[in-house]
């Protein structure tokens, strides 16, 4: 009884993660471009995806509150989006700069 009881809870505790961000898609990538409507990114499998931006996206840049002025080409995003018709749409874009390669010396 026990053990369907913790098998129940583990049940409950991942169906209730799976559905925290509703109908929304997660993209990570790099800017490739940006426009006053959108950014397009070029995924972390390789594709280019074009998210169009509304008064209601929300930036945040290394955590902190930010504005679209400050992303830039190179950028690494994730933007979580929700989709509207064939477009997807971003509430959320977190940003930071592309990390340069280090060169380790002795």
Same mark, same amino acid.
């Given at each position: 009884?026990?053990?369907?009881?913790?098998?129940?809870?583990?049940?409950?505790?991942?169906?209730?993660?799976?559905?925290?961000?509703?109908?929304?898609?997660?993209?990570?990538?790099?800017?490739?471009?940006?426009?006053?409507?959108?950014?397009?990114?070029?995924?972390?499998?390789?594709?280019?995806?074009?998210?169009?931006?509304?008064?209601?996206?929300?930036?945040?840049?290394?955590?902190?509150?930010?504005?679209?002025?400050?992303? /830039?080409? @190179? =950028?690494?995003? #994730?933007? +979580?989006? *929700? /989709?509207? @018709? =064939?477009?997807? #749409?971003? +509430?959320? *874009?977190?940003? @930071?700069?592309?990390?340069?390669?280090?060169?380790?010396?002795?």
């Amino acid at each position: 009884m026990k053990r369907q009881f913790a098998i129940l809870i583990v049940i409950g505790l991942f169906a209730s993660l799976a559905l925290a961000h509703g109908n929304e898609q997660h993209l990570m990538g790099v800017v490739k471009s940006i426009s006053k409507s959108s950014i397009t990114v070029q995924t972390t499998n390789n594709q280019i995806q074009e998210v169009t931006i509304t008064d209601k996206t929300k930036f945040e840049n290394a955590g902190a509150p930010s504005r679209m002025n400050d992303l /830039k080409v @190179g =950028d690494r995003v #994730v933007i +979580h989006a *929700v /989709k509207s @018709g =064939d477009k997807l #749409v971003a +509430h959320t *874009v977190r940003f @930071g700069a592309r990390k340069a390669a280090s060169v380790h010396s002795r």
